[in-house]
């Protein structure tokens, strides 16, 4: 065999390897992406192959749409309540299930994980029972404690109904931020911690003198990771629990785009929309890289 | 060696606090048994954590199983998360290999396309590809929701099994390459068997991801033969404002939530560390 044959059969070899998958993927991923970014740029009921080309009107007209500000505003406080909840609750029990010799530490983390592999949908149906109006598990347990019978619409709020979706959001986060930061925890060396205990350093202290700054990469990968699978995929449990309403006040920009698009068949705008989501979350993640990189500790 | 905590008080706020939260995690799981359970006049009579009234009513099971076509449904996603994670294994595993191990004009760039893809909100391909499908005859089809889902998987897979290939040993391959074996031989009678648990960690959370995907399932799909668990569990939640059936509400959940659960009590520790690798970039 000479050489010119080699080479080609290790050719043939890697495009065999490589050409199928690359086709997969420029005809159902790349080539989505390309045209929902050009699509953006006209005006198109769906219904018919007519698309007028309307430059950046669409975006334009998002400047003029309250909704459009509206659901940004959502998203970023989806954002921010997630963050502090998730992060909050996961790196607590990240370092209570680690550092603090329980028993019971393996079963919590497996229970605490569950939420994270059941569907979205699942979870915004069981959330919507509980704080529904007349059968739900919210307003009979604030009835145990009242005269009369509780009858609030925890979903119908004209303001402020986007503080109710919190919760599950948060609910069904934890555990996957919990098994990242316990991983982290796990592979800081013992000895940190022993010789922290030899000069006395109480637990909190070694909390933020240790366990912090040696974490700090995956707490940053959290963070990061919140941002932006919250403003690329929150609108489904928006979607599942108040399809954006009342009123258009829970709506986020993805079911805002969701809802121009499949439900108003506004596709040029909804396909705008989606260019807005890309750069917000493009731009939200290099502040917050820039942002995070400034605290980085100097560990030796 | 792990520390105590000294004091008593703090020892045993931490454990209420964890023993709240998994019984904040549980106990939703336990009251959709024991709602599947009720009718509806239970519902609106009794308190929510009412336990069901005898005789309990199994038969909201076999009503959504057979009334609802929860038996389509259950086999239509059977079908669509075992296409698509095979399909995406295949896809990422050779293209995994070759960019693990072999450098050529491209090949960075190839990397950098899949990697940065994981940054590009799946949204913005919402709407081109309704119409994509549409035009392929591939709307209201499982074959169309294979092929998008596992496009969906393929740079997920492709980052881990990268990471995966690397690290085991060059010697192996090399041995096989002086045993006469061709790269094809190589790749599926070597490196594929040997790189099995990284197969089973990404092929494990593919099925979770697809199993309960909702929003491409709800796009591609509206003819009802072809739904999947999530869509019509979406469909039924959505019905539930003129149509109250909340017994069959609870057992769809049921049914949707049983296989999941399952595959996480075996597979628990791949599955953590599978969904975590891919958040580590």
């Known amino acids: 065999m000479n050489a010119g044959t080699a080479k080609w059969q290790r050719n043939v070899f890697i495009a065999s390897f490589i050409i199928p998958t690359l086709i997969f993927f420029g005809v159902f991923t790349i080539y989505p992406v390309v045209q929902g970014l050009y699509y953006s740029f006209f005006e198109w009921s769906g219904m018919s192959d007519k698309k007028t080309f309307i430059g950046l009107d669409n975006f334009k007209e998002m400047l003029h749409d309250p909704i459009v500000w509206r659901a940004i505003g959502n998203d970023y406080f989806l954002v921010a309540g997630k963050v502090a909840g998730i992060m909050l609750l996961a790196t607590f029990f990240a370092v209570a299930l680690t550092r603090f010799g329980f028993r019971l530490a393996g079963f919590f983390r497996s229970i605490f994980f569950i939420p994270n592999v059941i569907s979205v949908v699942v979870i915004g149906v069981l959330w919507n029972f509980i704080y529904n109006p007349q059968i739900g598990f919210l307003n009979a347990f604030l009835s145990l404690f009242t005269k009369e019978k509780v009858s609030i619409t925890w979903l119908g709020f004209p303001d402020h109904t986007i503080w109710m979706?919190?919760?599950?959001?948060?609910?069904?986060g934890i555990g996957?931020?919990?098994?990242?930061?316990?991983?982290?925890?796990?592979?800081?060396?013992?000895?940190?911690?022993?010789?922290?205990?030899?000069?006395?350093?109480?637990?909190?202290?070694?909390?933020?003198?240790?366990?912090?700054?040696?974490?700090?990469?995956?707490?940053?990968?959290?963070?990061?990771?919140?941002?932006m699978t919250t403003l690329n995929g929150s609108f489904v449990i928006v979607w599942i629990m108040t399809e954006g309403g009342p009123d258009n006040s829970t709506q986020v920009m993805g079911s805002y785009l969701y809802q121009m698009a499949f439900r108003q068949f506004h596709f040029g705008y909804g396909a705008s929309i989606g260019f807005v989501i890309l750069v917000l979350s493009l731009i939200t993640t290099i502040a917050l890289q820039r942002l995070m990189r400034h605290d980085t500790v100097e560990m030796s | 060696m792990n520390l105590k905590i000294k004091n008593p008080v703090a020892k045993l706020i931490i454990y209420a606090i964890l023993i709240l939260w998994g019984v904040s995690v549980l106990y939703p799981l336990l009251w959709t048994l024991l709602d599947s359970l009720k009718n509806n006049e239970q519902f609106f009579l009794n308190a929510p954590w009412a336990l069901p009234e005898l005789p309990l009513l199994w038969s909201n099971f076999s009503y959504v199983w057979s009334k609802y076509n929860f038996n389509a449904y259950f086999v239509n996603s059977l079908v669509v998360t075992i296409g698509s994670t095979g399909l995406a294994l295949l896809l990422s595993a050779t293209t995994a290999y070759v960019l693990a191990r072999y450098t050529f004009r491209g090949s960075n760039a190839l990397f950098l396309l899949y990697i940065s893809s994981m940054m590009v909100p799946f949204v913005l391909a919402l709407i081109p590809l309704f119409f994509l499908m549409n035009s392929m005859g591939l709307i209201n089809t499982k074959l169309g929701l294979i092929l998008v889902y596992t496009s969906s998987l393929l740079a997920f897979g492709i980052f881990v099994l990268i990471g995966f290939f690397k690290s085991l040993p060059k010697e192996l391959e090399e041995a096989a390459i002086v045993d006469g074996a061709s790269y094809y031989g190589t790749f599926f009678r070597v490196m594929l068997p040997l790189s099995q648990p990284g197969l089973i960690t990404i092929g494990i959370v593919n099925i979770l991801n697809i199993w309960n995907e909702y929003i491409v399932g709800t796009i591609l799909i509206n003819d009802p033969a072809q739904y999947t668990l999530p869509v019509e569990i979406g469909v039924m939640q959505a019905?539930?404002?003129?149509?109250?059936?909340?017994?069959?509400?609870?057992?769809?959940?049921?049914?949707?939530?049983?296989?999941?659960?399952?595959?996480?009590?075996?597979?628990?520790?791949?599955?953590?560390?599978?969904?975590?690798?891919?958040?580590?970039?």
């Open chain 2, 239 to 281: 019905e539930m404002q003129y149509r109250t059936e909340w017994g069959p509400l609870f057992a769809a959940l049921l049914i949707t939530i049983v296989p999941v659960l399952v595959m996480y009590m075996i597979f628990q520790r791949q599955i953590a560390s599978g969904i975590t690798a891919g958040a580590i970039k």
């Open chain 1, 165 to 172: 979706l919190l919760p599950p959001a948060i609910w069904a």
């Open chain 1, 176 to 227: 996957f931020y919990m098994i990242l930061l316990i991983a982290a925890i796990q592979s800081i060396p013992e000895s940190y911690y022993e010789a922290a205990n030899i000069e006395g350093a109480g637990q909190w202290k070694q909390f933020w003198s240790i366990t912090v700054p040696l974490t700090w990469e995956q707490i940053k990968v959290s963070i990061l990771n919140i941002m």
